[in-house]
């Protein structure tokens, strides 16, 4: 079992959804699996021109700067392919996901590779996986009108086969973290007995 850790708080020590993220991790190995780590503060490369043509051109008739250009996207398809369980920390920011986030699924949504065209609509390829999704907040609650996040990342997880998604509320911190957070751990405790 192999488990893809996601972070995209630009906080680091003051992070809430890093600290519950590391909470679910710990409550879901219960296997001793191999967790990928991906820091998306790190920095990646925005979606470009580029990209879209090497990504909607035969890999063997790819040039070397089209592969040059999708090496990331590369990496980070093939971290989601390897992972039976993915844990997403996804605050939001301004009623949306951090914009590292934004671009991680841009780089990741690919035809042909984690989805695909058919007469029906799009099917995504990533079937069988299992997502957690910590959603903290300021001020915004999870599942509000004005919540863009969470829908979002349903949405998106779904287009490439992730549709097994559990989201982990940690919305609304200012009207009492330490509640809200108690909370959320609460609910993460209860994932014990989802992979037992």
């Known amino acids: ?9 630009v906080q680091t020590d003051a992070s809430v959804s890093r600290k519950l993220v590391e909470e679910v991790v710990k409550t879901i190995n219960t296997s001793d699996a191999k967790v990928i780590d991906r820091d998306l503060t790190e920095g990646l490369p925005l979606l470009t021109q580029e990209m879209v043509g090497a990504f909607y051109t035969p890999e063997n008739d790819r040039s070397a700067e089209q592969n040059k250009s999708i ?7 093939t971290e989601l392919q390897e992972a039976d ?15 590292s986030l934004k671009a991680y699924f841009d780089l990741v949504a690919r ?11 799009p099917v995504g390829l990533l079937e069988g996986k299992k ?14 009108d004005w919540d863009f996040a969470s829908s979002y990342l349903k949405t998106v997880l779904g287009f490439i086969g992730i549709s097994d998604v559990t989201l982990i509320d940690a919305s609304q911190l ?3 973290a330490e509640a809200i957070v108690e909370k959320a751990k609460e609910q993460i405790s209860t994932l014990a007995t989802e992979v037992a």
């Open 174 to 176: 200012l009207s009492g």
């Open 131 to 144: 997502a957690y999704v910590v959603i903290a907040s300021g001020g915004v609650p999870m599942g509000a």
């Open 71 to 77: 090496e990331v996207s590369e990496k980070l398809v």
């Open 1 to 9: 079992m192999a488990i893809l850790k996601i972070n995209s708080s």
């Open 111 to 121: 035809v042909g590779v984690t989805f695909k065209y058919t007469d029906e609509g």
């Open 85 to 99: 369980t993915i844990v997403i920390g996804a605050p939001i920011y301004n009623f949306g996901i951090p914009a």
